[in-house]
C-alpha cells in the first residue's frame, strides 16, 4: 500500500506542499517591484505575490509569496514562483490558472479556484509594477472581470446569462452558481444584473 | 514514513475491539437466515436476539424496543420520516401536529431529511446553540408549541463534543406533547444514556463509533410510540424495518456494546488526562488556540481547537505527514467550500472556523500519543503561520 494513494493530490502537489519555494518570510527583507493581493480568507484563501522585475529586459528576476490556505492553494503558490522567474513580464501576465495547474500534474475540481488565485495574484503585482514603473498604460483591462471569487464567475458571464433571460438574482444563480459560496459579491451581482437588464431590454 | 502513526479521529470511525473481531470471526461460521425454521437459522436467530439484549439492556430498553438498522444516519432518517407518512393507517395522528424543531449543529443526515421534509411542505425550525454549542431551554420553550410533532437534539456533537442538556429537553418537549428523538450516536458507549432516564421516544446508536463494525446501527422505539417503516416488505424487526438481518454486524455490535459495559467507566478518566494534557500542551506551546466546544459538558474523548492564521486542510495534512490522523472543520478538506456548520453555529468566524481541527481520541489512545501530537503540532502552524498571509503576530 503506497502512502500517496491516500492523497488527493498528485506527487508535484505534494513535494510543494511538503517544500514550498520562495516564502517571503519577512517583507522587510525584500524590495518587491511589484505586490499583488487576491483572495479573502472568508472563502478559505488568500495570496499574496511579490516580483522583482529586471526592468531592462522585461524579465521576472525573482518572485515571493504568502498563502492562507490549504495544500493546493500552497502548492499552486510556490510552483508559481517557480514557473515565473527568469520569464518575460509579458508572458507571466497571461499565464491561465490551467497553466499552473498543469505544472502540478492537475488538481481535483474542487480546488481548482485556488490556481484561479495564484494566476490573479501574479497578475495584480504586474500590474502594479506597470504602475509604479510608469507604464499604467500595458495595464491591461481584463478582457472579462471576475465578480465571483469563489466560483470564479466574470462580468461577462453574467451579462451572458441576462442575454439568455436570467432576470432575477436566483436566476442569475442557477445558470452561474454566482454567489453561492460566501455571498460577497451578492450586491455587485445585483447591480451589474439591474445595468444589463436595462441596457440590452430598457 | 512517518515515526510513528497516530489515529486520532475516532468520531469519524473506531478501529475494530479485538472481541469484536473475535465474536464476528465465530459468527462466520453461522450462516443461517434468522427468519428459517430450521436449526441453522434458529442460531442465528438465537445470536441476533442475544445481541439484541445486550444493546438494549445498555440503555435501559426492553429487546422489543431495538430495531436494528444498517447505520445511524438510517436511523435518524427513519425518525424524521414518520413525521411525512401521509397514510392515515400508519402513525399519522389526525389534528396532530406535523411540525419538527431541530437544532442547527445536527448531523447531516437529519439537516439534509429536514429540510426535504421542509420542501414537502412541513415546518421546520432550527434551534440556535451558544458559543460552546448548547441550545437554549428558553429558545425552545418559545419555539415549541402545540403542532410540533417531533423534536430532534442530538446528544453529543460529533465535532466539538458538547453534551446537551437532554433530560430537560425532553421534559419540555413532553408537557407539549410532542415526541423527543436524540441522535445519540457519539455518546452510547462513551457517557452513561438510559432512555427511561433521558425520557426518549426514538435515540439512534451507530456501531463503529464504538469499536463495532460498519454498516449496522440501532434504533430505539419507545413502546407505543408511532412508528412507520422506512423500508417495507419483510417481517423482519417486527415489522419495522424489511431486509434479512446484518446478522455479523448485529453480532458486531452486541459485542462492542458488550465491551463498552466493562470499559467505558475506567477508560473516560484516562481519556480526561490525556485530554487536559493535550489542551495544556497546546496552550503553553502554540499561541493564538481558541478550544471549541463546552469547557464542562463536552465528550472527554473530543478536543476541537482553532489556530489563527493556519488553514485546517493545511495543518491536517501536514500532521498526516508526521502519521498522525484528525480531523478539521476547513471548507478546504470537506470537498464543499463552506467550514463547519457546527463551528459557525456557536459564532465562531470564518478564519477560526477554517482554522479548526477535531482530535478524536479513542481507547487505545495513549499518553505518549499526546505527547507526540505536543512535539509535532507546534511545529505544524509554525510553519503555517510563516507563510501565512493572515497570521503577523509572534512569529519567531
Redesign the interface.
Known sequence: MS?QS??VYTEKVKDH??N?RN?L?DESTFAEDGKG?VGN????????VYIKVDKEKGIITDCK??????????ASTSILSEIVKGMDVEKAYHLSPKDIAGELGGLPE??IHCSVLGDKALRAAINDYYKRNGMAEKVEKEKARIVCQ?MNVTDHEIEHAVLEGARTFYELQERTKLGT??GQCKEEAEGLLRDYIKQHFG | MAEKRVYLDHNATTPLHPEVKRAISEGLENFGNPSSLHSFGREARARVEHARETVAGFIGAEPEELIFVGSGSEANNTVLSILSCPSKNCCYTPGGGTDIITTKIEHPCILETSKCLGDRGIKISYLDVDEYGKISLDQLKETITEKTRLVSVMTANNEVGTIQDIREIAQIVHEQGALFHTDAVQAVGKIPVNVKDLDADFLTISAHKIYGPKGIGALYVKKGAPFCPMIRGGHQEMGRRAGTENTLGIIGLGKAIEMREKEMEGEHTRLAGIREALKKGITENIPDAHFNGHPTDCLVSTLNVSFEGAEGEAILLYLDLEGIAVSTGSACASGSLDPSHVLLATGLGAELAHGSIRISMGRETSMEDAEYVIDKLPKVIQKIREMSTVYKRRVS
Do not use: R
Request: aromatic share 12%; charged share 15%; proline share 3%.
Open positions: 502512502n491516500e492523497w506542499f511538503m514550498p516564502i518570510l493581493i480568507i472568508k472563502c478559505g484563501d488568500q495570496m499574496i509569496w504568502k498563502t492562507y490556505g490549504c495544500a493546493s492553494a500552497i474542487n480546488k469563489c459560496v460566501c
